[in-house]
């Protein structure tokens, strides 16, 4: 076995997850990724804790939405409600079989069943204030995934496990000095009032006042390496293009242009796929609000992979979600949708805060 899914293993269930003898985990997989499972049951058992599988299978979510009759669209299992109001912690393992699974259902059935899961995400969010329930999600390389990020499965399976520190002897020394550096500039952050971005085709204003900076370093995704925040709902006006590709669901949608006014995007075009942007923005009364703005600083993520676990961190990038807000910055957009667009800093980009320039050109000025 490669040491790297040991430490990956050791890594998630030490550092992420912070699993304690006694505690349930249940790791949420799909079959591609026995090793890392086979690791994490190993580490559960040697900690005293137990650990549940639950398998997604190849096709399953679209044969559920080809199927399901009102009932199962509008609501959450009783079972399912019970399994994560009584869990320690879930690992949500990301190994697709097929990303384009879900690009043929209706983004409108999609987006029924997210506002049916309501009440897991609102779990989620209590018992994560109550300090009773951690989660993280975390990546295992399998060929398809290589496929759509355009790499053979041995280039893939070495940016994958470097871009979460397992080339490190030490992964969790690695991620708690990047949690140090990153601090650093949360700090700075901390207490600023109005944000301005600029770039390419991009002008936008928006108030941060009130809202705390979040460091992202290996506690909820792995790999990590953002620092975000949500932005006050009615507050954003302007322009921004994002030249990346954004995926959602497994449809791409690319070249996405959105103008907004008084928080809410008012105008939005794409060079590919605006059919489903738009749609997607009309998931729910709230799915045109920014819900987080955010830097990536994973500077071992170059180029987008077409998985938004890696996207999000390209050193050198920003991201804006629309829709549901992250309730511990103080964001109160409440939402089905959470959908990230990524932008690149690197040429021309600049965010300055109460008018002093802090990001620019893919790096911290301050």
Same mark, same amino acid.
Request: charge should be negative; charged fraction near 25%; aromatic fraction near 10%.
């Given at each position: 076995?490669?040491?790297?899914?040991?430490?990956?293993? &050791?890594?998630?269930?030490?550092? *992420?997850?912070?699993?304690?003898?006694?505690?349930?985990?249940?790791?949420?997989?799909?079959?591609?990724?026995?090793?890392?499972?086979?690791?994490? *049951?190993?580490?559960?058992?040697?900690?005293?804790?137990?650990?549940?599988?639950?398998?997604?299978?190849?096709?399953?979510?679209?044969?559920?939405?080809?199927?399901?009759?009102?009932?199962?669209?509008?609501?959450?299992?009783?079972?399912?409600?019970?399994?994560?109001?009584?869990?320690?912690?879930?690992?949500?393992?990301?190994?697709?079989?097929? *990303?384009?699974?879900?690009?043929?259902? &209706?983004?409108?059935?999609?987006?029924?069943?997210?506002?049916?899961?309501?009440?897991?995400?609102?779990?989620?969010?209590?018992?994560?204030?109550?300090?009773?329930?951690?989660?993280?999600?975390?990546?295992?390389?399998?060929?398809?995934?290589?496929?759509?990020?355009?790499?053979?499965?041995?280039?893939?399976?070495?940016?994958?496990?470097?871009?979460?520190?397992?080339?490190?002897?030490?992964?969790?020394?690695?991620?708690?000095?990047?949690?140090?550096?990153?601090?650093?500039?949360?700090?700075?952050?901390? %207490?600023?009032?109005?944000?301005?971005?600029?770039?390419?085709?991009?002008?936008?204003?928006? *108030?941060?006042?009130?809202?705390?900076?979040?460091?992202?370093?290996?506690?909820?995704?792995?790999?990590?390496?953002?620092?975000?925040?949500?932005?006050?709902?009615?507050?954003?006006n302007g322009r921004i293009y994002f030249d990346y590709p954004a995926f959602y669901r497994?449809?791409?949608?690319?070249?996405?242009?959105?103008?907004?006014?008084? %928080?809410?995007?008012?105008?939005?075009?794409?060079?590919?796929?605006? &059919?489903?942007?738009?749609?997607?923005?009309?998931? &729910?009364?709230?799915?045109?609000?920014?819900?987080e703005i955010a830097i990536g600083t994973n500077f071992n993520i170059t180029s987008p992979t077409k998985s938004i676990?890696?996207?999000?961190?390209?050193?050198?990038?920003?991201?804006?979600?629309?829709?549901?807000?992250?309730?511990?910055?103080?964001?109160?957009?409440?939402?089905?949708?959470?959908?990230?667009?990524?932008?690149?800093?690197?040429? %021309?980009?600049?965010?300055?805060?109460?008018?002093?320039?802090?990001?620019?050109? %893919?790096?911290?000025?301050?």
């Amino acid at each position: 076995m490669d040491l790297r899914v040991k430490r990956l293993s &050791d890594l998630i269930l030490d550092y *992420s997850i912070e699993i304690k003898e006694g505690q349930t985990v249940v790791v949420s997989t799909t079959a591609g990724a026995e090793e890392l499972v086979q690791e994490l *049951s190993a580490g559960c058992a040697a900690r005293g804790a137990w650990l549940l599988t639950l398998l997604r299978v190849e096709d399953g979510q679209y044969l559920f939405f080809r199927n399901a009759r009102d009932n199962l669209l509008d609501a959450v299992s009783p079972v399912e409600l019970k399994i994560f109001e009584t869990v320690d912690a879930l690992v949500s393992i990301m190994c697709n079989a097929n *990303s384009r699974e879900l690009s043929r259902v &209706d983004p409108q059935k999609i987006a029924r069943h997210g506002r049916g899961r309501a009440p897991i995400y609102e779990i989620f969010d209590r018992r994560e204030k109550e300090g009773s329930f951690k989660w993280t999600i975390a990546p295992y390389p399998v060929s398809a995934m290589a496929s759509d990020a355009e790499m053979s499965l041995t280039e893939y399976s070495d940016f994958v496990f470097k871009a979460c520190g397992c080339n490190e002897n030490d992964p969790t020394a690695f991620w708690r000095a990047v949690h140090a550096e990153q601090e650093k500039i949360v700090q700075r952050f901390n %207490g600023s009032r109005e944000l301005h971005i600029t770039g390419p085709e991009t002008d936008l204003r928006m *108030s941060v006042a009130g809202r705390s900076w979040v460091n992202c370093s290996g506690k909820y995704n792995m790999p990590d390496g953002e620092i975000f925040t949500s932005p006050v709902e009615d507050s954003a006006n302007g322009r921004i293009y994002f030249d990346y590709p954004a995926f959602y669901r497994g449809v791409e949608v690319k070249g996405v242009r959105l103008t907004l006014k008084d %928080g809410r995007v008012t105008e939005a075009g794409a060079e590919k796929g605006e &059919d489903y942007l738009l749609k997607l923005l009309d998931t &729910d009364a709230n799915s045109r609000f920014l819900g987080e703005i955010a830097i990536g600083t994973n500077f071992n993520i170059t180029s987008p992979t077409k998985s938004i676990l890696f996207d999000e961190k390209i050193g050198g990038s920003m991201h804006m979600a629309v829709g549901r807000s992250i309730p511990e910055t103080g964001g109160k957009n409440m939402s089905a949708l959470h959908w990230d667009l990524i932008k690149d800093l690197r040429d %021309g980009g600049r965010w300055q805060l109460d008018g002093q320039t802090v990001y620019e050109n %893919g790096k911290f000025t301050i």
